[in-house]
């Protein structure tokens, strides 16, 4: 009796996250297979270069939000019109591969995942 | 109208019976023009100082192999003797991949290197068997496998000989892969530059060991579809009888539609025991052409045409985007400059002027000095995207093999674009090159770092690259050592950065050189160019650069100036 307790409840816990992970990387899917704007980081050197392309939203992007697996994101204002955004010396002292996501935040407040891209820094 | 019926299709089966008669009449058409004695004498004149190089060279280095096998008789496996040894070995046979020392059962027990599960110790089989009797009939003698795919994928063949124990006993076999590319391309690329020639290389058996294009390596000159032309087949025939001579064919020629005549000569070489190679030398490369090209896109262009298909290949289909990009007639197309996409395993995606290569996986694929382009393409995708060097042919100038730039950028995580230009000012499109020895001898620099790290460790190479007259220095190469956090151990060329973190150092191109050479130590070791401030004028130069990790957390590598 206490046995098949356990199984179900560890049944019910597998299939609880299951489902999490599975509707987190659905919205992800979701929110990036048609972004707002379309954006490209890169790497150069000790920077990260974000090139801004198109999107139905360009013009309400206020800021984007630079997220380095392992480390603090960092937000930078976009100017009206800008083709890229600089961030300077954000990857000194990262090697190996890190997942990156740059997040875009529009004047009505939202936040919106734009792109995720697995980065090799070496 | 029943006869006006048979006069159409009488009519019509006697065009047919005219047309196939006329291209029966054209494929036969091209006939053999015979060759002076003057072209053969100039043509043996030049091949065979290559063939005895090339003996000289494979006696070398089985009599390496040999001496170190003596060696290692009745030397137990955990004694730090055996890898050093093999170490050794690696260094002194600088167009070897590894060297391994396998038990009776071919089951690898000591390696110089162990990049993947299928290099693992006590679980790695050898990929050829060879009884006792085989390694005694032999002799001194090493034993030459066929061409084939060796550990980790690379391929070549090998060397084997015997390894016996303190009584005697036979114990074993050390082995050394052979990069075929490497022993090769360089001689080509002197054939090339100095005679107008150009090599390739078959076992006695038909398969192709070397040729400058690399889709030909390995497919069986008998038996290949490819192959069967009347005039080629017996030529082919002639080569696998005879150890020598001399011969003509129709084969295609770099536009792989038309049919043109090839003169070859040939002579044997014996690598060692059980195997023949035919070395030939063929005529068939095209001058260059002076013609210049219409003027050349701007890196900037470049770069803006590779992100106009970025953006097209975000905001639609994978399907679509490749479509387009295939489109000989599309958008995509601009002068000299198309979109070519590959998925990061190095599989063809696009490639709109060969479409027979789409589906064709290229990651071996190397330009005459050794770099792996899609591998590098690769990493630079992974970096977000790029610039990235390499040498290809150009069709502009037939074909001949021309420095380009290329910007690639990744799609998504499973596959990548790019286009490239070609760079006429730099010295590798200008008929310059990389002699065969200036890159052995970087192998050998930086192998030999390698080999004196473990035996007097990594200080020391420290201190002999930083010392002009040390026993290390090899004239007109820059030994460096870095490491995995891009701190410059000691730099020849530029001694100041020495303790410096260069991973933030980019040049022109935005290129960081130092994460290039991390991650390309990282993953095995081989060749890249790079763009570098040469002192004292600190003036942009190409260099070649060669590397290879000497531990999980340090690099070595060396580098030559081009031109």
Same mark, same amino acid.
């Given at each position: 009796?206490?046995?098949?307790?356990?199984?179900?409840? +560890?049944?019910?816990?597998?299939?609880?996250?299951?489902?999490?992970?599975?509707?987190?990387?659905?919205?992800?899917?979701?929110?990036?297979?048609?972004?707002?704007?379309?954006?490209?980081?890169?790497?150069?050197?000790?920077? +990260?270069?974000?090139?801004?392309?198109?999107?139905?939203?360009?013009?309400?992007?206020?800021?984007?939000?630079?997220?380095?697996?392992?480390?603090?994101?960092?937000v930078?204002?976009?100017?009206?019109?800008?083709?890229?955004?600089?961030?300077?010396?954000?990857?000194?002292?990262?090697?190996?591969?890190?997942?990156?996501?740059?997040?875009?935040?529009?004047?009505?407040?939202?936040?919106?995942?734009?792109?995720?891209?697995?980065?090799?820094?070496? | 109208?029943?006869?006006?019926?048979?006069?159409?299709?009488?009519?019509?089966?006697?065009?047919?019976?005219?047309?196939?008669?006329?291209? *029966?009449?054209?494929?036969?058409?091209?006939?053999?023009?015979?060759?002076?004695?003057?072209?053969?004498?100039r043509?043996?004149?030049?091949?065979?100082?290559?063939?005895?190089?090339?003996?000289?060279?494979?006696?070398?280095?089985?009599?390496?192999? =040999? #001496?170190?096998a003596?060696?290692?008789?009745?030397?137990?496996?955990?004694?730090?003797?055996?890898?050093?040894?093999?170490?050794?070995?690696?260094?002194?046979?600088?167009?070897?991949?590894?060297?391994?020392?396998?038990? &009776?059962?071919?089951?690898? *027990?000591? $390696?110089?290197?162990?990049?993947? #599960?299928?290099?693992?110790?006590?679980?790695?089989?050898?990929?050829?068997?060879?009884?006792?009797?085989?390694?005694?009939?032999?002799?001194?003698?090493?034993?030459?496998?066929?061409?084939?795919?060796?550990?980790?994928?690379?391929? =070549?063949?090998?060397?084997?000989?015997?390894?016996y124990?303190?009584?005697?006993?036979?114990n074993?076999?050390?082995?050394?892969?052979?990069?075929?590319?490497?022993?090769?391309?360089?001689?080509n690329?002197?054939?090339?530059?100095?005679?107008?020639?150009? /090599?390739?290389?078959?076992?006695?058996?038909?398969?192709?060991?070397?040729?400058?294009?690399?889709?030909?390596?390995?497919?069986?000159?008998?038996?290949?579809?490819?192959?069967?032309?009347?005039?080629?087949?017996?030529?082919? @025939?002639?080569?696998?009888?005879? @150890?020598?001579?001399?011969?003509?064919y129709?084969?295609?020629?770099?536009?792989?539609?038309?049919? $043109?005549?090839?003169?070859?000569?040939?002579?044997?070489?014996y690598?060692?025991?059980?195997?023949? %190679?035919?070395?030939?030398?063929?005529?068939?490369?095209?001058?260059?052409?002076?013609?210049?090209?219409?003027?050349?896109?701007?890196?900037?262009?470049l770069? $803006?045409?590779?992100?106009?298909?970025?953006?097209?290949?975000?905001?639609?289909?994978?399907?679509?985007?490749?479509?387009?990009?295939?489109? #000989?007639?599309?958008?995509?197309?601009?002068?000299?400059?198309?979109?070519?996409?590959?998925?990061?395993?190095g599989?063809?995606?696009?490639?709109?002027?060969?479409?027979?290569?789409?589906?064709?996986?290229? %990651?071996?694929?190397?330009?005459?000095?050794?770099? &792996?382009?899609?591998?590098?393409?690769?990493?630079?995708?992974?970096?977000?995207?790029?610039?990235?060097?390499?040498?290809?042919?150009?069709?502009?100038?037939?074909y001949?093999?021309?420095?380009?730039?290329?910007?690639?950028?990744?799609?998504?995580d499973?596959?990548?674009?790019?286009? =490239?230009?070609?760079?006429?000012?730099?010295?590798?499109?200008?008929?310059?090159?990389?002699?065969?020895?200036?890159r052995?001898?970087?192998?050998?620099?930086?192998?030999?770092?390698?080999? /004196?790290? #473990?035996?007097?460790?990594?200080?020391?190479?420290?201190?002999?690259?930083?010392?002009?007259?040390?026993?290390?220095?090899?004239?007109?190469?820059?030994?460096?050592?870095?490491?995995?956090?891009?701190?410059?151990?000691?730099?020849?060329?530029?001694?100041? /950065?020495?303790?410096?973190?260069?991973l933030?150092?980019?040049?022109?191109?935005?290129?960081?050189?130092?994460?290039?050479?991390? $991650?390309l130590?990282?993953?095995?070791?081989?060749?890249?160019?790079?763009?570098?401030?040469?002192?004292?004028?600190?003036?942009?130069?190409?260099?070649?650069?060669?590397?290879?990790?000497?531990?999980?957390?340090t690099?070595?590598?060396?580098?030559?100036?081009?031109?």
């Amino acid at each position: 009796m206490v046995i098949s307790l356990v199984i179900t409840v +560890i049944l019910i816990l597998v299939a609880s996250l299951g489902g999490l992970l599975f509707g987190a990387s659905y919205i992800l899917d979701q929110s990036l297979s048609d972004p707002d704007v379309l954006v490209h980081p890169s790497l150069s050197g000790n920077d +990260i270069v974000v090139t801004i392309y198109e999107g139905r939203r360009l013009s309400e992007l206020m800021q984007l939000s630079l997220e380095i697996e392992g480390y603090a994101p960092v937000v930078k204002d976009v100017p009206s019109g800008a083709k890229e955004i600089v961030y300077s010396s954000v990857a000194v002292q990262i090697t190996g591969t890190r997942n990156v996501g740059v997040r875009g935040i529009f004047t009505d407040g939202s936040v919106k995942l734009l792109k995720v891209l697995v980065l090799k820094f070496t | 109208m029943i006869r006006y019926l048979k006069i159409v299709i009488t009519g019509l089966l006697l065009v047919l019976i005219c047309t196939s008669g006329c291209i *029966i009449f054209a494929e036969n058409s091209t006939e053999l023009k015979p060759v002076s004695a003057e072209q053969i004498n100039r043509m043996d004149a030049a091949l065979y100082p290559l063939t005895y190089l090339i003996t000289k060279d494979m006696e070398h280095a089985c009599s390496l192999v =040999g #001496k170190t096998a003596r060696e290692l008789d009745g030397v137990p496996t955990d004694d730090p003797a055996v890898e050093l040894a093999l170490m050794k070995l690696r260094r002194d046979i600088p167009f070897s991949f590894e060297a391994g020392l396998f038990d &009776k059962n071919d089951t690898l *027990i000591a $390696s110089t290197e162990d990049r993947g #599960k299928t290099m693992e110790i006590g679980v790695g089989k050898a990929t050829h068997h060879y009884t006792e009797e085989e390694l005694k009939a032999a002799g001194p003698a090493c034993i030459v496998s066929g061409y084939s795919t060796l550990f980790h994928g690379d391929k =070549g063949f090998t060397f084997t000989t015997a390894v016996y124990d303190a009584q005697g006993n036979y114990n074993g076999t050390l082995r050394v892969g052979i990069d075929t590319w490497s022993l090769f391309s360089g001689i080509n690329q002197f054939l090339r530059n100095e005679y107008g020639y150009t /090599l390739w290389v078959t076992q006695n058996d038909g398969v192709v060991i070397y040729d400058q294009d690399t889709t030909e390596i390995g497919r069986n000159l008998i038996t290949d579809e490819l192959y069967q032309t009347s005039s080629l087949q017996d030529t082919v @025939q002639t080569i696998c009888e005879d @150890q020598s001579g001399n011969a003509s064919y129709l084969f295609y020629d770099v536009t792989w539609v038309d049919l $043109s005549q090839i003169n070859v000569v040939w002579d044997t070489v014996y690598p060692g025991y059980g195997m023949e %190679w035919r070395i030939v030398l063929t005529d068939n490369v095209p001058a260059k052409t002076e013609t210049e090209t219409t003027t050349t896109p701007t890196t900037e262009e470049l770069k $803006s045409f590779v992100e106009k298909a970025y953006v097209y290949a975000q905001t639609h289909t994978k399907e679509e985007a490749l479509h387009a990009f295939n489109d #000989k007639n599309g958008e995509f197309i601009n002068g000299e400059l198309y979109i070519f996409a590959y998925s990061m395993e190095g599989d063809v995606l696009s490639i709109p002027y060969q479409p027979g290569l789409i589906g064709v996986n290229r %990651w071996i694929r190397e330009d005459p000095n050794g770099i &792996k382009i899609q591998q590098r393409m690769i990493a630079r995708a992974q970096q977000g995207g790029g610039y990235v060097n390499y040498m290809t042919a150009n069709p502009e100038h037939q074909y001949a093999q021309e420095f380009k730039l290329s910007y690639v950028m990744p799609v998504d995580d499973t596959w990548f674009i790019g286009a =490239g230009i070609y760079v006429q000012e730099n010295p590798l499109s200008q008929n310059h090159y990389v002699t065969w020895t200036k890159r052995q001898d970087l192998t050998y620099q930086v192998r030999n770092m390698q080999y /004196l790290a #473990k035996t007097e460790g990594i200080p020391a190479v420290v201190a002999m690259i930083n010392d002009p007259s040390s026993d290390l220095q090899i004239e007109g190469l820059y030994p460096f050592s870095v490491t995995e956090n891009g701190i410059h151990l000691a730099d020849a060329l530029n001694p100041e /950065l020495a303790g410096t973190n260069q991973l933030g150092m980019t040049n022109s191109l935005g290129m960081s050189i130092v994460r290039e050479v991390i $991650s390309l130590a990282q993953a095995g070791g081989g060749w890249m160019y790079g763009l570098l401030e040469i002192p004292p004028a600190n003036e942009e130069q190409y260099v070649l650069i060669y590397v290879e990790p000497i531990d999980a957390a340090t690099y070595a590598g060396s580098l030559i100036i081009l031109g």
